[in-house]
């Protein structure tokens, strides 16, 4: 499994913060947006990551990140064109991929909730045998999003994209998993109204195939979008609840390499000594020493 996450957009709905640079590389209390997105997969055991932006902002992701090695990972990077729609993600991965089965998680996207891991596993080893997985969770303006509806017996029967008459209340979160052979599908997408590859698209593929499995979030899950300035400083504040809390630091790719075996104290130690005296170096420090878990 091998995974995705698209940073591009002009992310207009944020200007003038995103002027001059990404939305993904905004700071989400304390650390750029990006590191959500990266620790989830990295959660999901997926070491193997291509992240996809503009032309502009791809050295920049780089810059960041580099080849992620100080997080245990195989960081990629595909320059995306134009912004053409999510699904496009399939088809400029598909030389990464490789054949491989593939998930995608948006660049502005946090999930958080006990079970989390235990999800991302199941839909790992379901894409490895097969099948698709996607993520529902209720919101009070589902007309925004994709749309999932269900039969009595809680079986998604449909998946709209933006309907003017939602059929629920549950939209598709930016998390998808699909298996081998997701490039090879994504390329016959038509364009849409929109002109775009639209993901919804892809999604009612395998719907009708029989081969999408809808996971909903219920009660206890968090999902923030971070696409406007008060969904931006929504998830600061609650990132900075959850954190002052727990007297810990979430979605940390560093401590989630460690913990996951992939890399050492002594790397470990190296990535706090790069964040100075910051209080994201000092959690880094505390971790290595057994101090915070």
């Excluded at 993600?89 to 598909?94: D, E, N, P, R, S």
Aim: glycine share 10%; aromatic share 12%.
């Amino acid at each position: 499994m091998k995974g995705i996450i698209l940073a591009g957009g002009a992310g207009t709905r944020l200007y003038p913060l995103t002027k001059v640079t990404s939305k993904q590389l905004l700071p989400v209390y304390d650390k750029p947006m990006i590191y959500y997105p990266l620790s989830v997969l990295m959660l999901a055991g997926i070491r193997e990551i291509l992240i996809i932006s503009t032309p502009s902002d791809t050295p920049r992701f780089k810059e960041l990140l580099g080849d992620g090695e100080e997080f245990g990972v195989k960081l990629s990077y595909k320059v995306q064109p134009s912004p053409d729609g999510l699904a496009q993600a399939f088809v400029l991965g598909k030389e990464f991929l490789g054949g491989a089965a593939g998930a995608m998680i948006l660049g502005d996207n946090i999930f958080y909730g006990n079970g989390l891991k235990e999800l991302l596993f199941k839909a790992v080893a379901d894409a490895e045998n097969g099948r698709a997985t996607v993520f529902g969770y209720r919101v009070s303006d589902p007309e925004r999003f994709g749309v999932v509806a269900f039969d009595k017996n809680g079986v998604a029967t449909s998946i709209e994209e933006k309907p003017k008459n939602p059929k629920s209340d549950y939209a598709v979160t930016g998390l998808y998993f699909y298996p081998a052979g997701v490039s090879e599908i994504a390329e016959t997408i038509p364009l849409s109204d929109r002109k775009e590859y639209e993901i919804t698209t892809l999604n009612e593929i395998y719907l009708k195939r029989g081969l999408l499995d809808v996971q909903l979030l219920k009660s206890g899950f968090t999902w923030l979008d971070m696409g406007t300035t008060d969904s931006l400083v929504e998830a600061a504040e609650f990132v900075r609840t959850i954190e002052k809390r727990q007297n810990a630091v979430l979605f940390a790719p560093e401590t989630i390499g460690y913990s996951n075996g992939w890399t050492d104290e002594k790397r470990l130690l190296s990535a706090a000594e790069n964040y100075g005296n910051s209080s994201y170096g000092k959690f880094l420090r505390a971790f290595a020493e057994g101090k915070v878990f």
